[in-house]
């Protein structure tokens, strides 16, 4: 009677044990193989109104997770909801949910490329930098419309376009508006050196008027080859003291980059 007691005991405990081992090979498959299915890297883009529900959706379209149990799970162990961090995080082909989980709880966002693009007026500039940007274009301006940091950065109403640096540049999606302003200073530092600084006072030019004579030539041609002549045209014609006559001042004068016949 005792040994067919404690075989019982013996196959209950074996049971157990064989249903623990089920379950964690489950849990760990769940967890740690290759549950994201995207085809190619792809990128989750975290809100300021994102919440753990949102949250939830994005990672399942974007991942094409077929089984979001754990990761819920995850999240709500680990209080998600009060972890939520803005950004840009890479979604990679094959990866698991574990990783994933991580790269979200912790910020783990991938920066981007960003273009700063040449455009024919500044609203038009910061239309396109709130089209890559988490910030808004509202608040992208904002900087740009105190007087005060605008003198600081040495320009004023008129010139501040000369500011922007046409590039791509490395930033993160959620930069705020003030690493926004610190980084574009310093792509126009670096561009600015001063050897293109005394290059630009060799021709009696200032680097605002080198970046203003660009964009009248840029302007007026979309052919590479013929830029040299139009800008040694208008150089001579400054050198003389004569007015530039140049089209593109009245486009720009009159805000109507449309006009064919001037």
């Known amino acids: 009677m005792k040994k067919q007691k404690r075989n019982i005991i013996i196959g209950i405990v074996c049971g157990m044990i064989i249903i623990a081992c089920g379950t964690a090979d489950y849990v760990y498959h769940e967890l740690f193989s290759p549950s994201l299915h995207n085809s190619k890297t792809a990128y989750i883009y975290i809100d300021r109104d994102d919440n753990a529900d949102s949250i ?67 609203g038009q500039l910061f239309k396109a930098l709130d089209r890559q940007l988490m910030l808004d274009s509202a608040e992208i301006i904002r900087p740009f419309r105190d007087s005060l ?12 376009p000369a500011f922007f640096i046409p590039d791509t540049y490395q930033f993160y999606w959620n930069v705020s508006e003030e690493a926004l ?11 600015w050196n001063q050897k293109r600084i005394e290059q630009a006072k060799a021709i009696g030019l200032t680097p605002t008027e080198v970046s203003t004579l660009a964009s009248i030539v840029d302007e007026e041609t979309a052919k590479n080859e013929e830029k ?11 050198h003389k003291g004569m007015l530039l006559q140049a089209d593109p001042t009245v486009k720009f004068a009159q805000q109507d980059p449309s006009i064919k016949r001037i």
């Not at 009060?82 to 698991?96: A, L, S």
């Not at 940091?149 to 501040?160: P, Y």
């Not at 302003?181 to 561009?191: E, I, R, S």
């Not at 800008?231 to 014609?237: D, E, F, S, V």
């Open 181 to 191: 302003l610190k980084k574009l200073k310093q792509a126009y530092d670096n561009f």
């Open 149 to 160: 940091i605008v003198q600081q950065l040495g320009f004023n109403e008129q010139t501040l």
């Open 228 to 238: 040299p002549v139009i800008a040694g045209l208008y150089m001579n014609r400054l």
């Open 56 to 122: 939830f959706i994005k990672v399942q379209q974007i991942g094409k997770v077929k089984n979001m149990n754990f990761f819920k799970l995850l999240a709500k162990y680990n209080h998600l909801e009060q972890k939520i961090h803005t950004g840009r995080y890479e979604v990679k082909p094959g990866d698991n949910i574990v990783n994933l989980y991580r790269k979200l709880i912790h910020a783990q966002q991938t920066p981007m490329m960003l273009t700063i693009p040449s455009t024919r007026t500044i």
